[in-house]
């Protein structure tokens, strides 16, 4: 729950900041602050984004670490070192 809420707060002061950059641009860049504005905007939406995607890597997308795969790789591992370990029980 707190997660989500910092999410929202952050995404809140994120949209707030970019409407506001240009308000304080127009004085010194004129029209130049529409490609600035845009390069801020995409910028600072891109950095949200992979924040995102790296607090939670497990989600059900086409582009998530498959966790089930990896589960299954060290369980398999898992075994064939206990029957090592067994058969070398048996050997001593």
Known sequence: VCACVCVGCCYGISCRYILCVPLF????????????????????????????????????????????SICACIKKNCYEILARMQQVDRDV
């Open 25 to 68: 641009l127009v004085q010194h860049l004129t029209w130049g602050t529409i490609p600035v504005t845009l390069l801020f905007a995409y910028t600072l939406t891109g950095l949200e984004d992979i924040s995102q995607e790296i607090e939670n890597p497990f989600r059900e997308t086409w582009h998530a670490l498959p966790i089930d």
